[in-house]
């Protein structure tokens, strides 16, 4: 295996599992869901970082790219995502004319709307990105700096009482710190060798979890909340920041070490799961649950509980992953950023 496909499918599982993590999290209030909100999102700026390069394209062309991989996809895959809604609205005898008008209307403008709100973001954060690579000439110093200022703004920002902005630019300035050190990740040899393969390899894992652990409790301890990125919560930023990181770099060295196929195939055909498993898949299968009378009592045990989360989330990847199947084998594949050729490869990699 060479070290480009080594890299890819590294990034490829740590993407299958933040997948996973997010869908768990969207099940239901847990442990693990307290757990993974403490890097999850993180972690997918993370590795938007790992796959970006700005040195190939000029900037015509690397905006192009963008609109087909991000802005194409957030358009198609959130077309269906406002019809299930109004179905769910005119179901429920919701039929104000004017509620529909705001559901579009927050579409468009994109302040924090169902899950995609991160793809909004990243959309203007690898442009920003880009802006600033080619402004320092890839001076990693020079955009450590300026990634740490942004981020500063950014924290400053919501400690003052900021409002989510439109399409979510306010989440560049938290979103750039994660984005810029998976960025120097893939770009600097000698980090990669720090992680992956010095001698220990198998205790920084247990190390990392356990610094994630701890951080993460501390945050909540210290300033009641933790890490809510689409809330904008950043609890006691230090901590927060250091759970985050703690929590990515003991994903990335398990997803180097392991590889496991279906988990691998989620992140590396992540949009389609990302973007419709809370707002289309977890709401029929809750109906569905309903009509068979499965998992409707109250008050039931941790293990009924974990039980169904673990029966809902296998549920939504069988379904998900035959949809991804029909859309990445048709001409629908342009609605996760794929060129609609018969001998195209091109493939949305930040997510």
């Known amino acids: 295996m060479s070290k480009e496909q080594a890299r890819i499918t590294w990034i490829d599982m740590a993407k299958g599992y933040g997948i996973l993590f997010v869908i768990i999290g969207h099940l239901g209030d847990s442990f693990l869901r307290n757990e993974f909100y403490t890097f999850h999102m993180p972690l997918f700026f993370f590795l938007s970082g790992c796959v970006f390069s700005a040195s190939k394209y000029n900037f015509k062309e690397f905006l192009l790219r963008k609109i087909q991989t991000i802005l ?17 609205m005119y179901s429920n005898y919701q039929r104000n004319t004017s509620d529909y008008i705001n559901v579009i209307k927050s579409f468009i403008i994109q302040e924090r709307m169902w899950t995609l709100w991160f793809i909004a973001c990243l959309f203007f954060l690898e442009v920003l990105f880009y802006l600033l690579v080619k402004l320092v000439k890839d001076n990693y110093i020079k955009l450590g700096l300026i990634t740490v200022i942004l981020t500063v703004a950014g924290l400053i920002y919501y400690k003052v009482g900021g409002i989510p902005l439109p399409w979510n630019i306010d989440v560049c300035l938290t979103g750039i710190s994660f984005f810029y050190v998976g960025y120097l990740l ?16 198998i205790v920084n894992p247990i190390l990392f979890f356990v610094l994630n652990l701890v951080c993460g409790a501390e945050t909540v301890r210290i300033s009641g909340s933790g890490l ?17 990181f703690a929590g990515i770099f003991f994903v990335i060295i398990f997803s180097y070490s392991v590889d496991i196929k279906p988990i691998r195939y989620i992140g590396k055909n992540s949009l389609v799961y990302y973007a419709w498993h809370q707002t289309i898949l977890i709401p029929i299968i809750e ?12 008050g039931f045990s941790k293990t009924r509980y974990y039980i169904k989360m673990g029966t809902s989330l296998i549920i939504i990847c069988i379904i998900l992953t035959i949809v991804d199947l029909v859309i990445r084998h048709t001409k629908l594949k342009f609605m996760v950023g794929q060129k609609v050729s018969i001998k195209s490869k091109e493939s949305f990699q930040e997510l």
């Open 186 to 201: 893939k770009n600097i040899q000698k980090l990669q060798e720090i992680l992956f393969k010095n001698k220990l390899r």
């Open 72 to 88: 194409i996809p957030y358009i198609t895959l959130g077309i269906p995502m406002i019809l299930y809604t109004f179905w769910e």
């Open 228 to 244: 809510e990125m689409f809330e904008s919560r950043y609890g006691f930023a230090p901590l927060t920041f250091l759970a985050a």
């Open 287 to 298: 109906k569905v649950y309903k009509e068979l009378h499965i998992f409707q009592f109250m």
